[in-house]
């Protein structure tokens, strides 16, 4: 069923509509939310939370065809909103670098997992930055409006991402050579 | 791999990328916190056609109640003078011998061949010789009921059925009481009407109590000792219904005995002059029981859907285990009703349902614990530093059980019409009917016994919701008749409930069916 359908019916607060909405873009935002998240159970919570909201909010939603982009604007601010109230341990950091390094392969190689450990071992929020610009589309005026920066200091985080990345990658070919 | 190289790879790769996670769970735990503009619409449109449903009828049957009353029951004089029910040939011989009482004071036994077994059966006579007085104790009792066809191409349907009783004692002693309760009923279904007569109390002698005859016995003077009593309480039942005897409606003279006892004791010159009558009808024949009240109890399978399908109703103790789904709904109905002919009628009420479940459940939680005291932490940059200065470690143990209730109640106004088809001593119905009405659900915990109270919380608050539902009903049955008033009911139903009202409520997909038994009392009024 198209999504306008769909839409309409949830507007109109029908359960059957609400509920063909979870089940079509759950799992997506479940896999926003894990990059985002560092376990399940967080992302499951900011998951429920989304789709309160989602559901709540719904009427705000202008129908340019961008359904799920604004679906994961509310996830990710919602999970940013989250992480306020914690700070990343020295633990979380050095979990990502121990994972780091079991990256052996060449860049052409480069697995999904692989992808997610290298997006982790970025610094926050920087790393944030990056998926938000690079994966999920979005610009940096947005960007700066979620995360409550200036978008040119959206643009020095990106950047920073960017150099770190290059750096994994170079040292990549080293091992690898 | 240059880096703009490695962010369309991050993107294609992860920009589609696909998690799975469990909606069924997701869905329950949003439910209760979306918004419900669309249920309160609903129930807003429903509850605002209410009243006009009830107007409409109470109208009704206030019009068919008029009209009723027009067609079925006619002044008193009218019903007095048109008794003439239909009775067979055989009926003769019993009237003949209630006639001839006077004739009886004698007689030992009575055996009358042309009689019909059971009335010779009951026929037994008690002579008592030890009184020297001569009394003669006269005592009748008797109930006639009978039904007969008359020769038309459909019997059934000119079935006419007639009812009378009459009791007489006669005290040969210094007085002859006469009380008498003689009642006729003609009911034709071809015509769709009904004639009741009752002449209770009978009075003779305007100086005596109503209830009471006295005259002086023309045997008082008759010293034999002898008393004879019958006492016949049994209703002699004739079924005519397949005989072809031709019915003689001229010759029979089924006005209550009694008259034609005071006819006889006129001629005799008992009495001088012609007593005066008490006829009159009881209230509850006026209207020939137009009305009737039904009260049953009904069990249906299907509801367990809810239980099966809702997370809310079942899913804490035991994950919508499925064997919920067989889980009976119980319900009790008030109706009245009113019978728009022998066949049809209608009526309406209140039916309430209850789905209903309890379920308990033992938690028992072992933790390690570490009380600390005097923690200090230092947090700077990527180094910390920490210093604990008392501290207590164990093992704690909280064990719980909780009781959760739940359940569903419908509460339903239902507007249903009935056929009736008598088939021989049973009446087969057909009912359906059209409900409305609203579903509270309940859910609530029992308070748990715990060994630590503050450990587990549970969530002690009972919530309602609600839902507006409408049903339709379909069933078949049968009735039967334990007397003139009451009857009793066994139906079998289906139920279907029209959209799905529940999609919306509780995330239901399926629309409610049911099949379900019903049993019942119905009490013409």
């Known amino acids: 069923m198209e999504d306008i359908k769909i839409i309409h019916g949830c507007l109109k607060n029908d359960r059957k509509y609400q509920r063909m909405l979870l089940d079509k873009y759950s799992s997506a935002l479940m896999a926003t939310a894990l990059r985002y998240n560092c376990d399940t159970h967080t992302a499951k919570d900011m998951l429920q939370e989304t789709w309160i909201k989602v559901f709540h909010g719904l009427k705000a939603y202008e129908e340019d065809g961008k359904l799920l982009a604004w679906m994961k604007r509310i996830l990710i601010n919602t999970i940013l909103k989250s992480r306020e109230k914690k700070t990343i341990t020295i633990q979380d950091l050095d979990l990502w670098n121990n994972d780091l390094e079991s990256i052996q392969k060449t860049s052409d190689h480069l697995e999904l997992e692989d992808m997610m450990k290298m997006i982790k071992s970025i610094s926050s929020p920087a790393k944030e930055i990056f998926m938000m610009y690079v994966i999920d589309g979005f610009s940096h005026n947005e960007i700066g409006e979620l995360m409550g920066i200036k978008a040119s200091t959206s643009r020095v985080h990106l950047s920073n991402a960017r150099k770190r990345l290059v750096e994994i990658l170079k040292r990549n070919e080293q091992v690898t050579t | ?525």
Do not use: C
């Open chain 2, 1 to 525: 791999m240059n880096i703009n190289d490695l962010e369309k790879r991050m993107r294609d790769a992860l920009g589609g990328e696909k998690a799975a996670v469990n909606t069924d769970d997701l869905w329950g735990n949003i439910q209760s916190d979306l918004p419900k503009e669309q249920e309160s619409k609903r129930a807003i449109k429903w509850t605002s056609l209410l009243p006009f449903l009830l107007l409409i009828g109470v109208a009704s049957g206030y019009f068919l109640y008029q009209n009723g009353l027009k067609g079925n029951i006619s002044n008193e004089s009218e019903i007095a003078t048109n008794i003439n029910p239909q009775l067979p040939s055989s009926h003769n011989n019993v009237a003949h011998s209630i006639d001839r009482k006077t004739n009886e004071k004698e007689l030992v036994s009575i055996s009358d061949k042309n009689l019909p077994a059971d009335y010779n059966n009951l026929n037994k006579l008690e002579i008592d010789n030890h009184s020297q007085d001569k009394n003669i104790l006269l005592n009748l009792n008797h109930t006639f009921k009978n039904s007969s066809n008359t020769e038309t191409a459909n019997k059934r349907d000119n079935q006419t059925f007639s009812s009378f009783s009459y009791r007489a004692v006669h005290n040969n002693g210094q007085n002859v009481n006469l009380t008498e309760k003689a009642e006729s009923t003609e009911r034709s279904r071809q015509n769709s009407s009904s004639r009741s007569y009752s002449a209770t109390p009978l009075s003779l002698n305007p100086n005596q109590k109503v209830d009471n005859l006295f005259y002086n016995s023309p045997n008082n003077s008759n010293n034999s000792s002898k008393t004879i009593s019958r006492n016949q309480n049994k209703v002699i039942n004739t079924n005519f219904a397949n005989t072809n005897e031709s019915v003689n409606h001229s010759t029979l003279d089924l006005r209550p005995l009694a008259i034609q006892d005071i006819e006889e004791l006129l001629a005799n010159g008992t009495l001088s002059s012609s007593p005066s009558m008490d006829e009159k009808q009881p209230f509850w024949i006026e209207r020939d029981r137009l009305f009737f009240i039904e009260i049953g109890g009904s069990m249906i399978a299907g509801h367990g859907q809810l239980a099966l399908e809702n997370p809310d109703f079942s899913s804490n103790f035991n994950n919508r285990n499925t064997a919920e789904k067989s889980l009976l709904s119980y319900g009790i109905d008030a109706k009245i009703g009113y019978q728009l002919n022998d066949q049809f009628s209608i009526h309406s009420g209140l039916v309430v349902t209850r789905l209903f479940k309890s379920s308990s459940a033992s938690i028992t939680t072992i933790e390690d614990i570490t009380i600390q005291d005097g923690l200090i932490q230092e947090i700077i940059g990527s180094n910390s530093t920490q210093e604990i200065r008392g501290q207590v470690s164990g093992v704690r143990q909280t064990s719980s059980t909780v009781k959760r209730i739940n359940n569903y109640n419908f509460i339903h106004i239902p507007f249903g019409v009935s056929y009736t088809r008598s088939l021989g001593a049973l009446d087969f119905r057909i009912s359906t009917e059209a409900r409305i009405g609203i579903s509270a659900t309940y859910e609530g915990y029992v308070h748990p016994t715990r060994t630590e109270e503050y450990d587990i919380s549970t969530d002690t608050e009972a919530w309602f919701d609600k839902a507006s539902l409408h049903f339709l009903s379909m069933g078949a049955g049968i009735e039967y008749p334990l007397s003139n008033i009451f009857s009793i009911t066994f139906d079998a139903n289906y139920q279907y409930q029209i959209g799905s009202i529940n999609t919306n409520t509780y995330g239901i997909t399926e629309n409610l069916a049911g099949i379900g038994i019903r049993t019942g009392i119905h009490i013409k009024i």
